[in-house]
């Protein structure tokens, strides 16, 4: 999609930021904490004039963390900062049946089935090691906004509560941001301001996908007779109500998100209403605390660039919040587009460095919002989604569907098609640990891309010491390389060209060219 460029005049006195980003959730947040890492100027405009919410905390605020966003938060120094996942258990958690005193509790689910980590094979995933970090891990939102946004303060990062953007005009070497009576410059602007966005919209982005099939309800309340509701998540024929902790439910109603549509605010006695019909009960509620609805809605910008516009989050794509990936899709947005864009920005990005965005980015969310349909599909109150239930009751009861569907829920088997035959291409580079104690993820805390040199290439070596302002080197013996000889790493943890034996020169070259700059230098097998 092409943009028709305006004409501007700078205000005077006012900075010209590199980047603009529109919303400081944890995507925008995330986003600014990589530019800045980067050495640019990053000004946040966020419409909330208070960051904190009740729904961004437990149990409504919860989230699971899979292993792409784990380990980005290990790269960046930022995993130690997590303290929820230490003192609190899963709230959607059930306990399996069984004689056990212990019973084992799920870890997460597909289409309201339950999984559990007796039945994953995690030795299936060969590129994780014994220091690799957690597969999944349990967070909030309001715990994540306050760590990334501390993170982006002391990196410089201006953030602006209660400053809605109205609309936008850009030109072929930057963008004037209006809000109310104020505007704002920049060379790029960075849509992450959530489904609705603002930016989006005012940007002639399509937003291509599928129509709902519910609304769901997330609500706190106080029950009058809790115990006509049985713990736990409960298919019924009308629907499913999930109750995780006393007063605090989740509903879906399967009216094709049409009461979501009305935009009606969340009465006591609608909720009751609902409450009643799904679970089949007479259950009274007493006081309505907390009550906001969402929908399965599911799509995605057709492009996630136009003109010096992208697009990262809620923004670029949405969908139900089944299995909790939308977090960490949007985080994976921004760590794949915050070292493109920022080398972009200092003029020393490689040709088409900014449209791998789109291009890796894409497809994991169309997968993505795949998954989330494929389990609509199967949750629906009609006998047709009953009988393809229980038979993904029967599969997911055996070891090899279970790891499957973990590994897909985890992310764990994340990929990006880069070519190379080396079956390490394209992957997040194995968390290996050096014979010191040293570890991959302690390495790239500085945002700089990695030069993995087991055997120590001379080549590789001066190479690398030539460019330290875009790569670090390490060398020395690991407690378990998988194989490797050396490796070049993407300053997002993707492994871009990686060797088993004597190392292919020409291939190293290829690599760095492609991903780091066609000035970088010629490396000889005999330097």
Not at 83 to 105: T, Y
Not at 246 to 271: C, K, N, S, W
Request: charged content about 20%.
């Amino acid at each position: 999609m092409q943009t028709k460029f305006k004409s501007s005049k700078s205000t005077q006195n006012q900075p010209v930021y590199d980047v603009i980003i529109s919303g400081a959730g944890p995507v925008g947040l995330f986003l600014a904490c990589e530019l800045a890492l980067a050495k640019c100027s990053v000004l946040i405009l966020e419409k909330a004039d208070n960051p904190h919410s009740p729904l961004k905390q437990l149990p409504f605020g919860i989230r699971g963390l899979s292993t792409p966003t784990i380990e980005a938060l290990d790269r960046r120094g930022l995993l130690q900062e997590l303290e929820i996942h230490k003192r609190v258990k899963n709230p959607h958690a059930i306990p399996a049946s069984g004689p056990s005193p212990q019973p084992e509790r799920q870890v997460g689910h597909f289409a309201g089935i339950s999984f559990y980590p007796g039945k994953i094979d995690a030795s299936r995933w060969s590129n994780r090691l014994t220091s690799s970090t957690e597969t999944h891990l349990l967070s909030e939102m309001e715990e994540l906004e306050t760590i990334f946004a501390r993170r982006a303060a002391t990196l410089g990062v201006e953030i602006n509560y209660g400053t809605a953007i109205t609309g936008f005009h850009q030109t072929a070497d930057g963008v004037t941001v209006q809000c109310a009576e104020h505007s704002f410059e920049s060379k790029w602007l960075v849509g992450c301001d959530g489904s609705r966005s603002i930016v989006r919209k005012a940007g002639g982005f399509e937003f291509a996908g599928t129509e709902p099939e519910f609304t769901g309800y997330s609500v706190q309340a106080d029950i009058i007779n809790p115990e006509k509701l049985k713990p736990g998540r409960n298919m019924t024929a009308t629907g499913m109500y999930l109750q995780s902790q006393p007063g605090y439910l989740v509903i879906q109603d399967f009216d094709g998100g049409a009461f979501h549509g009305t935009g009606q605010p969340v009465t006591l006695e609608h909720i009751q209403q609902v409450l009643r019909r799904i679970s089949g009960t007479d259950v009274t509620l007493a006081t309505l605390h907390i009550a906001t609805t969402w929908t399965d809605r599911a799509r995605q910008a057709t492009t996630y660039c136009n003109g010096r516009v992208l697009l990262a989050g809620d923004a670029a794509h949405i969908h139900s919040p089944l299995g909790g990936q939308g977090l960490n899709l949007g985080l994976g947005d921004a760590m794949n587009l915050g070292w493109k864009l920022a080398a972009t920005i200092h003029s020393n990005a490689p040709e088409g460095l900014l449209d791998s965005y789109y291009a890796e980015r894409h497809p994991i969310g169309t997968k993505v919002l795949d998954w989330s349909r494929a389990q609509v599909a199967i949750m629906k109150p009609d006998p047709h989604a009953r009988a393809l239930n229980a038979i993904f009751r029967d599969l997911m009861d055996t070891r090899d569907v279970t790891t499957y569907i973990a590994g897909r829920v985890w992310g764990v088997d994340t990929h990006y098609d880069l070519g190379g035959e080396h079956p390490l291409i394209g992957y997040y580079v194995p968390n290996f640990e050096f014979d010191d104690g040293v570890k991959i993820g302690e390495l790239m805390r500085d945002g700089r891309g990695l030069v993995i040199d087991f055997d120590t290439n001379h080549s590789l070596k001066t190479w690398a010491g030539q460019h330290r302002d875009r790569v670090n080197y390490v060398s020395g013996r690991a407690k378990d390389r998988l194989g490797l000889n050396a490796a070049l790493v993407r300053p997002d943890g993707i492994i871009a060209w990686a060797s088993d034996g004597k190392p292919d020169y020409s291939e190293f070259q290829s690599s760095v060219e492609r991903w780091f700059a066609s000035n970088s230098g010629i490396i000889h097998s005999n330097s």
